[in-house]
Structure formats: structure tokens, C-alpha cells
């Protein structure tokens, strides 16, 4: 994962990962913490290596990541993944191409 951000300076905390179900708000507590980043005014930074493995039982979930550093939250995203592979309703064929 490479962060950036819009802020005037740059900002070193720690990647943390906490899952919810698909479609799921981000969670109060960032969850596990994970390697350091750095994010940059802008441009990229470098490469940090999240692992995220679904829930014992989970066939779907949201991964959300999220940057902090002192002790809050100043960054984050999020990816819906699934293990199923079959179309469901509102899949777009061209997409998968």
C-alpha cells in the first residue's frame, strides 16, 4: 500500500486493519497495527506491506486501513473483498474483462 495526503507536511504513523462485514462504516477502533508509512503532501510514498485475512468463517468482508499517528486516526481507506467468483446481481460484465 503507497499513502499520500493533502495536508502542508509530511505525517509517519503506523498502517492499522480492521475488517467489517461488505458496505460496513469504518469502524471506532482502527484495529491491528501494522508496518510504518509515511504519507507525503501529495505525491506517493513508499510501498508498506498490509496483510489482511478474512474472519475464521467470513466468505466476504471489509478491510479498512487506517493511518495513524499519535495516537489518531489521520488517514484511511477501504476495499470490499470476497471469495466468491460467480456473478451476482449488479456485476458488471465489461469490469471483469
Request: charged residues 25%.
Amino acid at each position: 500500500m503507497r499513502v499520500s495526503h493533502h495536508g502542508a507536511e509530511p505525517v509517519t504513523g503506523r498502517l492499522h486493519t480492521a475488517w467489517t462485514p461488505v458496505f460496513g462504516p469504518a469502524p471506532e477502533d482502527p484495529g491491528e497495527p501494522g508496518p510504518a508509512a509515511e504519507a507525503k503532501p501529495f505525491p506517493l510514498g513508499a510501498p508498506a506491506e498490509v496483510r489482511a485475512v478474512l474472519p475464521d468463517g467470513w466468505t466476504s468482508g471489509r478491510p479498512h486501513i487506517a493511518l495513524v499517528a499519535d495516537g489518531r486516526v489521520v488517514a484511511r481507506s477501504a476495499v470490499d473483498a470476497d471469495t466468491r467468483t460467480t456473478p451476482v446481481i449488479g456485476d458488471d460484465v465489461r469490469a471483469r474483462a
